[in-house]
């Protein structure tokens, strides 16, 4: 069996890289050596068009390299970390949910018609798992499991050195696992999802919707609270919006970055601005905001939280059982709940999964923070590199 014995302690002899982490509202580039960001460019997208944001994300990372001191030709490849379906082996991106008008975007080659450096592509999920395979929480195991729970809930597997990807590429969909037979319809059409259940989106809807049905009289003063002393909340990200309640479309949200949480919270006080103090029914709560009210000991909060983290714990109890991993790595912004979400998780992945594989699994938290999909698309020219070109492009002239 083949280790894993990471790249950490041999970074100062690696090549530079590029990472560009694109999501549906925010891009990301960098240059790095290893984990260590040399330099780092980022900005929101809103959801353009594959013509308009290409250009944008060309000039991010030469603004990227123009900070770092390097040109392009002391790079040796540009990792693209992209939300999915997408097929890592041609770079082509097949239609994602949360970026319109991205359908069959053939994404590596329009990058190598730019920059003459190897170009890879893959599944954000899936840099993620490399990332913290080769630099973080991974290191030393064989079997690596990454899940991220954030707006949604996602994955990647690493199994002897090698990305599990799938007969689509779109393996390791973890947030589509059935947690709940009976339960509510997914987005994706499946129906008691893990992600419909313990996701920051799920939470937050959760959370709405008691409100809205009568039923979290003390939520919602405890929100009202919030805004009325807004200039005490430290993270301004939790405070409730009154952007209007639309069900599943509410948003986490467990912000990537500060400017992408000032941004949220100018819009609020924009709008507050407006319309004057919002009447109760008009409040939005997102999940930090339900996070901090179970903090405080809200009952309705602590049990929607409960709720989520039970959810959790039997999608691990699942991974457990169909992998027999090394390790569980657990990363996005709703594990930054720490205990009373994991607590109650790792109670049911004591009562219900087998000793052996439950043994063998370590479940630990995510080392690399909000760069890891940065460090994972850059860990993408490192990996696939040592393997030859495959999934990559050398560029044309």
Known sequence: MQQNTGLADDTANLPLVVGVDLGGTQLRTAVLRGPTLLSRVGMLTGHPAPERIL???FKAIEQTLAEANVSIDAIAGIGIAAPGPLDHRTGIVYDPPNMPGWNRVPLRDLFAERFHVPIYVENDANTCCLGEYMFGAGRGYNTVVYMTISTGIGGGVI??????EGASGIAAEF???TIDRHGERCNCGNTGCLEHIASGTAIARHANEVIHAGEGAELLNFARTMLQHSDTVTNQSALPTTLGYEGDTVELLFPPSAAHASEQVQEMQ???AEQGTPPEDELVVNARTVALAAEA???VARAIVQDAAEALGIGLVNIIHLFNPDVIILGGGV????????????????ERAMRVPREAAHIVLAQLGHNVGLVGAGALIYHYGKRGKHGGSEGTA
């Open 55 to 57: 250009p944008v994300i």
């Open 159 to 164: 199994i002897n050195g090698d990305i599990m």
């Open 175 to 177: 947030g589509h696992m």
């Open 270 to 272: 924009k709008i507050q």
């Open 297 to 299: 000991g809200v009952p």
């Open 335 to 350: 594990t930054q709940m720490g205990p009373m979400l994991m607590e109650p998780a790792l109670h049911v992945v004591q």
